[in-house]
Nanobody, 113 residues
């Protein structure tokens, strides 16, 4: 059974930091991604990591870092210098080498003073 479980969301003040975690199990995953969806908006790509190569949305470059712990099937999203516009539900996507994607249930990030 495949499971993708995010954690680490919460309330943070503007300028603060959070680290999101995503643990994926049940398959061998070749790629991970973090996406986010704010109320009334479409889900958007935040960051991906594939074979050690990372990719970021322009809006988060220099502030967010995606990393992967292969031994523990865990991917992290370190978010620094958070802005109110970063507030959203953040989703983890784990993709197999056959391009089958599995999604977590999401974790809420709120940025507010």
């Amino acid at each position: 059974q495949v499971q993708v479980v995010e954690s680490g969301g919460g309330l943070v003040q503007p300028g603060g930091s959070l680290r999101l975690s995503c643990v994926a199990s049940g398959k061998i995953f070749s790629s991970y991604g973090w996406y986010r969806q704010a109320p009334g908006k479409q889900r958007e790509l935040v960051a991906t990591v594939t074979s050690g190569v990372t990719n970021y949305a322009n809006s988060v470059k220099g502030r967010f870092t995606i990393s992967r712990d292969n031994a523990n099937n865990t991917v992290y999203l370190q978010m620094n210098s958070l802005k109110p516009e970063d507030a959203a539900v953040y989703y983890c996507r784990a993709r197999t080498m056959f391009a089958v994607s599995y999604w977590g249930q999401g974790t809420q990030v709120t940025v507010s003073s």
